[in-house]
């Protein structure tokens, strides 16, 4: 099948099927033109919980398809490859995480999306890239242990006089992008703006003109009135903002960044997918209930 009859046949198995499809804003072109939804984790979040369909298959990593699982547990969720994988998420452990509690008693346990499901339920909260500042705003601690990644965890101790413990996880793919990249891009673009994503190391941040969600940075493209804008994130969101704002230039800051777990989802993975149902999310009754809480105290808040 070439690829135009791979993407009809799609789009007769997703009408014939009831299938929403999700996209994460990281994914390659071919992925994002099909979706329903293309968003950050936050919108696809909030998108899995109302779905109204029967399937979801979720074209992103796995621990984005497990929140849409456990959200929506009544629902088939698919994820079509299984080694869509976040390194960051696996960072964390649920043992790691009761230890730290148990060293400061009192604290809240504030993880980011980006966790295994195991560690949702050992959560007070989740949050986002999106809504971190505000979930460390509201949640009745002073002190809380934020999970996984530090360089969030920096970015949000800038807005909060409560004491942040970090975990020391770290997103390969944004820990990478440095400061002499940001100097360098400046001097060679003196009237750009510089967008960064949270997970950019501390220097980075600081330096930028804004620091948002991947879908912080749609909006910000959108309106803004400068024609150059140097981008530090993944590569496929570069794509979409070159995509939606043909006046306007889009760079990477330094060399594009690639997430492998987001890039290996093809538009063939996402047709076996609906053929045979494949990979359904898996998760017990009983961890998705204790994983649900943590995840529904964040969407009622922010
Ligand atoms: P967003 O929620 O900003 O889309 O980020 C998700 C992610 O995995 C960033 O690396
Ligand atoms: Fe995980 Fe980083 Fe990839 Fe996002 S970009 S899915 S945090 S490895």
Known sequence: MNQQAIREEILRLKREKDVLILAHNYQREEIQLLADHLGDSLELARIAANAQERMIVFCGVLFMAETAKILSPGKTVLLPRTDAGCPMAEMADVGGLVALRERHPGAMVVSYV?????????????CTSANA???VQNVAADRIIFAPDKNLA?????FTEKTIIPWDGYCYVHDQFRTDEVTAARARHPDAVV????????GVADLADEVLSTSGMIRFARETSARTVIVGTEAGLIERLRRENPGK??????????????????LEDLHQALVHERHPIELS????QRARKSLERMLDYV
């Not at 980006?114 to 989740?126: E, P, Q, R």
């Not at 920096?154 to 800038?158: E, G, L």
């Open 195 to 202: 967008v960064a994503h949270p997970e950019c190391p501390a």
């Open 285 to 288: 009754d009983t961890l998705i």
């Open 133 to 135: 500042v505000k979930v």
């Open 154 to 158: 920096s970015w949000v101790q800038r």
């Open 249 to 266: 230039q889009f760079l990477s800051l330094g060399s594009a960044r690639m997430c492998r777990g987001m890039k290996v989802t093809r």
């Open 114 to 126: 980006n966790s295994t499901a195991a560690v949702k339920a050992v959560t007070d909260v989740c």
